[in-house]
T-cell receptor
Framework: EAEVAQSPRYKITEKSQAVAFWCDPISGHATLYWYRQILGQGPELLVQFQDESVVDDSQLPKDRFSAERLKGVDSTLKIQPAELGDSAMYLC????????????FGSGTRLTVV | AQSVAQPEDQVNVAEGNPLTVKCTYSVSGNPYLFWYVQYPNRGLQFLLKYITGDNLVKGSYGFEAEFNKSQTSFHLKKPSALVSDSALYFCAVRDDTGRRALTFGSGTRLQVQP
């Protein structure tokens, strides 16, 4: 069964350092999402891509977060500088280009900022 | 705007008993509704969805959900709970335009006691 790949699985970083997460969606999935899930809460959308274009980044803290999907395939989410409040699970998901389909999620990256 | 409410932080049920996890939603237009399950330090796994048609939707692992338009609800059910069903369950909604990403509820922890 096809999977969404994410790396690293776990990341510990110091406050004010830069950190990056990578996601490789299921082949053929045009839409890619990055969600942040704070412990005990539901996932919240950070950014949505359609191919290489950003569709929605209204909830992305753009002063410190950036996301790209240069060739419309894999994607990178970066935080610089990291803050203590950024500690969370960062989830990547992909889907076919139709509202009828659900998302396939990766296993996530657990970020701890110390 | 679209939103999901999961009024119970935790649901406790004995193994073999029926379970219900509640979800209500708000969305403009017709709702597309989803249930996902999350195990510790993992991504979300798709359980079932309602797009259109029969109000009772059957999904993975014996789960089903009932769509009630008048009550704007989409409760998750299972006739006989298993200890292995213990996990975090998320309800999600999107409108039928497909332009907006899924909005998730805050999650309900299901604890099935042997």
């Amino acid at each position: 069964e096809a999977e969404v790949a994410q790396s690293p699985r776990y990341k510990i970083t110091e406050k004010s350092q830069a950190v990056a997460f990578w996601c490789d969606p299921i082949s053929g999935h045009a839409t890619l999402y990055w969600y942040r899930q704070i412990l005990g809460q539901g996932p919240e959308l950070l950014v949505q891509f359609q191919d290489e274009s950003v569709v929605d980044d209204s909830q992305l803290p753009k002063d410190r977060f950036s996301a790209e999907r240069l060739k419309g395939v894999d994607s990178t989410l970066k935080i610089q500088p990291a803050e203590l409040g950024d500690s969370a699970m960062y989830l990547c998901a992909s889907s076919l280009d139709s509202p009828n389909y659900g998302y396939t999620f990766g296993s996530g990256t657990r970020l701890t900022v110390v | 705007a679209q939103s999901v409410a999961q009024p119970e932080d935790q649901v406790n049920v004995a193994e073999g008993n029926p379970l219900t996890v509640k979800c209500t939603y708000s969305v403009s237009g017709n709702p597309y509704l989803f249930w996902y399950v999350q195990y510790p330090n993992r991504g979300l796994q798709f359980l079932l969805k309602y797009i259109t048609g029969d109000n009772l939707v059957k999904g993975s692992y014996g789960f089903e959900a009932e769509f009630n338009k008048s009550q704007t609800s989409f409760h998750l059910k299972k006739p006989s709970a298993l200890v292995s069903d213990s996990a975090l369950y998320f309800c999600a909604v999107r409108d039928d335009t497909g332009r907006r990403a899924l909005t998730f509820g805050s999650g309900t922890r299901l604890q099935v006691q042997p």
